[in-house]
């Protein structure tokens, strides 16, 4: 998982083809239970919480599927190589906050981001005509406020982390029901 991101992100290379793994996970999500904390939709599935975990800050986690040689150019990890040559897949999962809340988180940034742009126009207007750069002031106050909604973002996910550990550790309990092992720890043929 990256350690500074706003929403942590990990990849599992799995041991067989896009398509295959899609069907077998979707089978395995489908026997889960309760259904609501299990959403399956073609190659994107999500895992919720049970209603008395959520928090304020209590994360989802959603997976999809894609071809290794996509997930190549995302990826750093030496083990992807093989699962390239030999035509498996990759799982991508990554954690976030409920919609109503991202939804929420990203229309502050929005707005932090067009104050600090048309503060930054503004302070730069007034410094070239001789006056007092005060836009500047309301750039860096607003970046501040930027700068602080991003700490939450990881306090939050700090103060979350035993419900991300939960959430993984459901994942691959319907990973092993699906039959999907990662590359680095398949069983041999």
């Not at 899609?22 to 190659?43: C, D, K, T, V, W």
């Not at 997930?71 to 030999?86: G, K, Q, R, V």
């Not at 897949?89 to 502050?108: E, S, V």
Request: charged share 15%; hydrophobic share 45%; proline share 5%.
């Amino acid at each position: 998982m990256v350690g500074l991101s706003i929403r942590p992100t990990f990849q599992v290379p799995i041991a067989c083809s896009k398509s295959e793994a899609i069907e077998r996970f979707g089978a395995a999500m489908q026997n889960q239970s309760p259904r609501s904390l299990y959403l399956a939709h073609g190659e994107y599935c999500e895992f919720h919480l049970e209603d008395h975990l959520h928090r304020l800050w209590s994360p989802h986690l959603s997976v999809y599927f894609i071809d290794s040689d996509k997930a190549h150019s995302h990826a750093t990890a030496s083990d992807l190589d093989e699962a390239i040559a030999s035509g498996h897949c990759t799982l991508i999962g990554r954690f976030a906050p409920r919609p109503n809340l991202w939804t929420l988180i990203w229309i502050f940034y929005l707005a932090l981001f067009c104050s600090i742009f048309f503060a930054t126009l503004l302070g730069g207007s007034q410094w070239m005509i001789g006056h007092f750069p005060w836009g500047w002031v309301i750039a860096i106050a607003t970046a501040l406020l930027y700068a602080s909604l991003w700490i939450a973002s990881q306090i939050g996910q700090s103060l979350c982390h035993d419900q991300m550990d939960l959430l993984r550790n459901r994942l691959s309990k319907v990973l092993l029901q699906a039959d999907l092992h990662p590359i680095s720890s398949a069983p041999p043929e």
